[in-house]
């Protein structure tokens, strides 16, 4: 069973923001507006580890602590603390005081990967199985095909397909700049067709998350990233559900045959032509 992550936060966009981070880590949720309120959901809900956003803005500080104590004696060195950049004074004696763990709002799609990571796997040593695309075109390796749109010379593009979608990945990176600029897009290809709209999408470097976006209406996307030889794109599909979009070696500087890493899991698509006509940009 995979291990559930307790996320107690009073704002609900940043619960989300959580939430989509907890799942790309294989982990399941259980949501929370209040340590009052956490106490009684472990009452029908387990939990591996509580991600904890503590306020001082609680009018009843003692019942506060006394629940944060409960809290800490229940997951001992599995609770981490959501803080802002400059926590108070009253917060930063309370990490302090109790030896929590904590990551700072600014750096959560940084930090709170390897901070979580360290408290819910040693426990359970399992690894989330993720559906791995299928890359069909990389335009470093071979010319584009008909019906594919024209590509930059400073512009890589790359095709993948998996049974619920396929994506178009445009890479683009200016002369004289580390920078790259990624555009993509989702297609729906199989039934019920997948709703565009509202996809979470995490891109993460060879050291964990570098951000997360949500795709619009035509399933577009777009991050900017540096230094990065090789990316991955997840996509939340459905809920604990994720598509993972695994990039070749991100070498500018040679157009010679890059290798893709990890073993797909996914059906091979049967032709190229079997796509069905998605929107371009």
């Known amino acids: 069973m995979p291990p ?7 704002r609900a966009t940043e619960r989300e923001t959580i939430r989509v981070l907890v799942g790309t880590m294989g982990c399941q949720w259980v949501l929370a507006s209040s340590l009052q309120e956490a106490l009684g959901v472990l009452g029908r809900e387990r ?14 500080f003692p019942q506060m602590q006394a629940n944060l104590r409960e809290l800490l004696m229940r997951f001992p060195g599995r609770v981490l603390v ?3 950049e400059t926590p108070s004074s009253t917060v930063a004696d309370l990490i302090a005081k109790y030896s929590i763990p904590s990551v700072q709002r600014g750096r959560l799609t940084m930090d709170l990967w390897p901070c979580l990571e360290s408290m819910v ?3 359970l040593g399992i690894r989330r199985i993720t559906q791995v695309a299928r890359l069909i075109l990389d335009t470093f390796l071979r010319p584009l095909p008909a019906g594919i749109r024209f590509s930059l010379p400073d512009t890589r593009q790359l095709v993948y397909e998996a049974k619920a979608l396929s994506a178009d990945i445009s890479l683009e ?6 920078r790259t600029t990624l555009v993509g897009q989702i297609m729906s290809t199989g039934e019920p067709r997948l709703p565009l709209s509202g996809l979470s999408v995490v891109l993460k470097g060879q050291q964990g998350p570098l951000g997360m976006k949500t795709s619009n209406e035509s399933g577009e996307f777009a991050f900017e990233f540096q230094n990065e030889l090789r990316i991955t794109l997840e996509i939340e599909v459905a809920p604990n559900q994720w598509v993972a979009i695994i990039s070749p070696t991100l070498d500018w500087g040679s157009k010679e045959e890059h290798h893709i890493v990890g073993a797909s899991v996914v059906e091979p698509p049967s032709t190229m032509q079997s796509r069905p006509n998605g929107k371009k940009r």
Do not use: F, G, H
């Open 4 to 10: 559930r992550v307790l996320i107690i936060c009073e």
């Open 47 to 60: 939990a591996t580890a509580v991600l904890l956003e503590l306020s001082d803005t609680n009018s009843d």
């Open 82 to 84: 959501l803080t802002d």
């Open 121 to 123: 796997y040693p426990q």
């Open 173 to 178: 990176r200016q002369l004289d700049s580390q």
